[in-house]
């Protein structure tokens, strides 16, 4: 390639010519081409198939892994190369869309920092290796002739689903032992447990298209929720005429309540009483009177408007009138969130905001029972914060022998009392999977470099399945990139047939595997393709659906005993604050934080990149003399981090809010030695019911350090619109909607 | 569906230059091979050593194959690309009689050993440019119904007689407008003219 | 636009305010409408800007000092006057604005550019040619929208560290240090699609082609594609809000949504907004 300094005139020269003549000069850079012959290589296939076309892209579906909302995706895929992935408009999940989140998934593929050997412990360092090598350390403690088993084996996973973990269930079995530990240190168990037990579905539909009026409390549906870009499809049906209305309660708003068309800020832990106060006002109304036993009736009559409010923190007339919009708009949809459920009364909270929903009479209309998937061994496992406890008390007492990771990062996600990395230590074999070194696989013996989810094989089943059930396929969009990483499903083949050749010695490799699976499935789609017609299509689809089957929520169970007390939690002189971390649609629990396009991505609340920050009412800074880029100490009775200070003022005043995802002390060079943990601040705080780990409800003490540095952000100096009308906003009753196409 | 061989090796960073020499290779008149010097842009490139030394004047003048039977991509997409290997391979285990030259036994070396042949590119645009073969073709070929080697002649000079091919024209930026701002005549037979497109976002990327 | 004609008719290449029927008989005039009722603020637009336009990411340190490369950013906004008390709850949520070149009609920033590294495509398009810019940033600094980016590095050489830079678009130049750049419509897709449709013998057909914001954008608050199609649904939306390309303010219902940003500049923007809507009883 030609530089400036080869062409001879450099730019700087080229300036002067500019100011004799600009034509002439143009005519100079309209001239000769640096054409060359016989520099590059230029290669064709061997033997592609008929579609391949140079030049031309092929497109191939394939399930995004990113979050456990498994978006059908495309890969575009050039000359080999996976390049940009899109929505698969087959999927009734991401509808043809896709966050971006899911498009970061090729920095996973070509991420500079993937590992690409496997790497074996040498006393304190792990040395890069052979799969050889590798295998023989794990086969020792695993192979033919282990006799490991039951809880002396531990496969530590995060969410997993579809043939993954069925593959992991086999193995396990294998090995006598169903010992399969899944941790998610963002789990939404306890909001799950309560719907589970209310209306006998963990994750029922939540039709936010058909809803006039949803209050959220803290669910953060179009970011970090459940399942954000099919949320996000509905909600733009929700917003067209007539157009519903949304209303976000929660103490740090989200990107949700960035768009509500109202929005309290609420004492943190206090979202099911304020949900009660609503209760208790709803049924003065002749028409949900009826809805709910005397008994409950009379639980409610504690939550009168004042004492509410006081508990709170939101002015009591608040209730009437939302309990007026509840009367007039309906259907309505009441969400719980992770704000409400992240607490100590999180089970209590979560059940009183669920008890609306039946008040309101919305099961039924807007909460509708999901589709039973027909293979229920592949629904997702529910992962919890309570797994990392049990796992911990597994390697405490010194039972377990093998301890195989992957998907998880609990040395990263832990809180500081749990103390994990001391017990796992002990254990004599820990395997972990990876694409990445993480600070999990930094503290095992072995460490297997894995296909990325653009290289790889699978199947997955989401956790929220709004439109039947629909099953996702992964498959590879390109050859693997680095030739000494391996699918995980072929490690555990590898090993399990050895163990056990009968049941496995035929099966190649992991796409055998799910090959065989996907058409043996086949009489439940009534297909009448052959076999290998059946597979072709699927992949071609990316996905298998199962068409929504209506069933009725039967019953719903109501406990009086399960209603939050409408008690104030007493204040603490030493830890003034309210600690609500924020989740981050994109980092989420700091899994994404190697990827770059994420890190430079501004938070979409503060535009804030590539760093951590302490988020502060500005009305609390004010009185505190705290200036934005004001370097902070934020100190819990667990830890204290430092980090600077941004004025926010949709956050409750005395609440202080980081974002997850940052603080990593191993996870590439976009992740390492950026921004602070604050899973480390989390105090030993549990949901009293489900044992879930309250992730909003520390309290910290902050102080100033005295250092002041710029923050990294991208907004202007001005957060206001100066009257430029940049961005108009219009009152709902004078917009006709409906008039326009 | 699995992604067999994938063996296509492309100019990955597309890392544009602003170029403003003068003289990045200097213009001769008239080609070696007789090409005429109708536009004053021949210039004639290097002779690139291939691998292979393939013959297209035994292809293309001796036994008359269409340009675009092996070079079928140039109709379909914007790069003509390489022929797939498979291609030779089709036509060439049908003629034992020629399979001891040392030409063909070189190409199933490649065969047998599934790799793909590395040729050398001869016509090697810059890598912010976007020329599109599919259009040229579809528009003087198709359209137009001008015999194939004159179309494809018009930049890559008469490959019939040439072994392997050898760049004969400038391939710069003038030379392009110089044919673009030329009456072209509709199609076979609607005589009225059109010229190429002159926008700077046609051609650049 | 070749030299001759760039000389011959220097002054048509200045800005000029667009006429009533200018693109009627035209093939393409691209253009955009983008809904702020239905975009939440989510970044799936700009993250697959980065993934399509070959958009380096600049690090922390450049990106303080103002070198973030984003064609295309959400700005948020908490209020719409110049001040707010310090106690302001944004009970109305954040304003969200998704912020590109706007490829005006009378672009600012092509009248100051001197070599004519920017100027006016026959299908409506602000171009950025740049080969021929030298980096004088007089465009970026006349530009009201702000959406024009420098390159003040030669990000080849360290934003795609191996093998990242197998993810670059090769439909897409990566552009060397001392170039302008700014969003393009995703002129790559628009020139593809219109090439096949040509080969067709057609024009190409509405939805066939759309930039990456809009075909990722979860909400579909972006709807792109050719004015000069009044079948086509961005024509129908302008048609529909009342908002006429060759005029600088608008004479429109005032129950209906779509306005232009700094429509009184007289830049006549290909961007149509929409406003958002927010239930104030609520």
Known sequence: ?741 | ?205 | MSLNNLIKNWTSFRARRPYLDQYKNADYKWAMVIDLDACTGCNACTTACYAENNLPVVGKERFEKGHAMHWMRIERYWGEGESVPVDMVPDKGAQFLPMMCQQCEAAPCEVVCPVGATHHSADGLNTQVYNRCVGSRYCSANCPYKVRYFNWWQYADFAWPNPLELQLNPDVSVRSKGVMEKCTFCVQRLRESMDHAKTDGRLVRDGEVTTACAQACPTSAITFGNLANPQSQVAKVWKNQQIALEKDEQKKDENMRGYRIFEEFRTYPSVVYLERVRDLEA
């Open chain 2, 1 to 205: 569906m699995i992604i067999r061989k994938i063996l296509f090796v492309f100019s990955l960073l597309a890392l544009i230059v602003a170029s403003f020499s003068i003289n990045a290779e200097p213009f001769k008149a008239g080609g070696a091979l007789g090409t005429q010097t109708i536009d004053g842009y021949n210039a004639l490139g290097p002779q690139v050593e291939q691998p292979i030394e393939f013959p297209h004047y035994i292809h293309a003048k001796i036994m008359k194959i269409n340009c675009m039977y092996c070079h079928t991509y140039a109709r379909r997409s914007a790069v003509s690309g390489i022929p797939r290997l498979d291609k030779c391979i089709g036509c060439h285990k049908m003629i034992p009689e020629v399979r001891d030259r040392p030409r063909i036994k070189k190409l199933f070396w490649y065969w047998d050993n599934h790799l793909s042949i590395p040729w050398k590119k001869v016509h090697d645009l810059p890598d912010f440019v976007r020329f599109n073969h599919e259009r040229h073709i579809q528009r003087f070929y198709f359209q137009d119904k001008r015999p194939v080697r004159e179309v494809c002649g018009y930049c890559h000079g008469d490959v019939a007689n040439m072994t392997t091919a050898r760049r004969v024209k400038a391939i710069s930026m003038g030379w392009c407008i110089d044919c673009h701002k030329k009456d072209h005549q509709i199609s076979a037979v609607n005589l009225k003219t059109t010229n190429g497109p002159h926008d700077c976002w046609m051609c650049h990327k």
């Open chain 1, 1 to 741: 390639m030609a530089t400036e300094k080869k062409m001879g005139v450099d730019r700087r020269d080229f300036l002067k010519v500019l100011g004799i003549s600009g034509a002439a000069a143009t005519l100079a850079g309209c001239g000769n081409t640096s054409i060359e012959s016989g520099a590059e290589k230029v290669q064709a296939y061997v033997q592609p198939e008929d579609f391949v076309v140079p030049g031309n892209s092929v497109f191939y579906a394939s399930t995004c892994t990113q979050c456990p909302s498994h978006c059908g995706v495309m890969g575009r895929v050039r000359e080999g190369r996976v390049l940009k992935l899109e929505g698969n408009p087959n999927s009734t999940i991401s509808k043809g869309k896709i966050c971006g989140l899911g498009q970061a998934s090729v920095q996973i593929q070509y991420n500079p920092d993937r590992l690409t050997t496997p790497m074996v412990r040498n006393g304190d360092s792990l040395v890069p290796a052979t799969w050889d090598q590798a295998m023989t350390v794990i086969k020792q403690g695993l192979g033919k002739d282990s006799v490991i088993s039951g809880e002396e084996i531990v496969f530590l996973t995060g969410t997993t689903s579809g043939h993954q973990k069925v593959l992991i269930n086999n193995f396990l079995n294998n090995f006598n032992s169903n010992n399969h530990i899944a941790y998610d240190a963002l789990s939404n168990h306890v909001g799950e447990t309560v719907r589970e037990n209310v209306y006998g579905y963990s994750n029922p539909v939540q039709k936010i298209k058909d809803a006039k009026l949803i209050i959220s409390f803290g669910n953060d549906f179009l970011g970090s929720g459940l399942s954000p870009v099919y949320m996000a499809t509905q909600y733009a049906h929700f917003r067209k005429a007539p157009r519903g209305t949304l209303v976000q309660i929660e103490p740090r708003m989200t990107l949700t309540g960035g768009n509500a068309d109202r929005w309290y800020p609420i004492r943190p832990g206090t979202e099911g009483i304020f949900a009660l106060g609503l209760a208790n006002a709803l049924v003065q109304h002749p028409e949900y009177d009826k809805a709910i036993p005397d008994e409950v009736k009379q639980a409610l009559q504690a939550y009168d408007k004042r004492t509410v409010g006081e508990i709170t923190g939101i002015n009591p007339d608040a209730i009437t009138h939302l309990v007026g919009m509840m009367w007039e708009r309906t259907p309505t949809l009441i969400l719980s969130g992770a704000t409400a459920e992240g607490q100590k009364q999180g089970y209590q909270n979560a059940y009183a905001i669920e008890l609306l929903n039946v008040i309101l009479g919305n099961v039924g209309k807007t909460i509708t029972a999901p589709t039973e998937n027909p293979f229920p061994q592949m629904n997702p496992t529910n992962a919890t914060y309570q797994a990392l406890v049990n796992l911990n008390e597994q390697l405490s007492a010194k039972k377990v022998k093998a301890c195989l990771i992957m998907g998880v990062n609990p040395i990263y996600t832990e809180p500081t009392f749990v103390g994990i990395a001391k017990n796992l230590k002990q254990v004599p074999l820990k395997v972990a999977m990876v694409t990445q070194l993480d600070e999990t696989a930094e503290l095992c013996d072995v460490v297997l470099p894995l296909l990325s989810p653009v290289e790889d094989f699978g199947t997955y089943v989401a956790e929220y399945q709004p439109e039947g059930v629909e099953i996702g396929i992964q498959q590879p969009l390109m050859e693997k990139l680095h030739p000494h990483t391996k699918s995980f499903g072929d490690v555990l083949l590898t090993l399990l047939k050895e163990r056990d050749p009968k049941n496995y010695s035929h099966y190649p490799d992991y796409y055998s595997y799910i090959r065989e699976a996907v058409i043996k499935s086949k009489p439940v789609f009534k297909s009448s393709m052959t076999d290998d017609d059946f597979w072709d299509s699927t992949l071609m689809n990316g996905v298998l659906h199962i068409p929504v089957k209506e069933s009725e929520i039967k019953e719903v169970k109501i406990n009086i005993a399960d209603l939050p007390k409408a008690e104030k939690a007493p204040a603490d002189v030493n830890y003034p604050f309210y600690f609500v971390p924020s989740i981050k649609a994109d980092l989420r629990d700091g899994r994404h934080a190697n990827l770059p396009w994420l890190q430079e991505s501004p938070d979409p609340m503060t535009t804030v990149v590539w760093d951590s920050w302490v988020e502060i009412n500005p009305k609390t800074a004010e009185e505190m003399q705290i200036r934005e880029g004001d370097v902070l100490e934020v100190q819990s009775s667990m830890g204290s981090v430092t980090a600077q200070a941004y004025l926010f003022p949709g956050i409750q005043p005395n609440t202080v809010s980081i974002p997850f995802g940052q603080g990593h002390t191993s996870y590439g060079r976009y992740a390492t030695n950026r921004g602070v943990n604050p899973f480390k601040l989390i105090n030993p705080i549990t949901d009293e019911k489900t044992g879930e780990l309250a992730l909003f409800a520390t309290k910290v003490q902050i102080k100033k350090t005295g250092d002041n540095k710029k923050i990294v952000k991208d907004e202007g100096p001005t957060t206001l619109q100066q009257g430029r009308k940049l961005v108009v906003t219009m009152a709902a009753d004078k917009a006709e909607l409906s008039k326009e196409v």
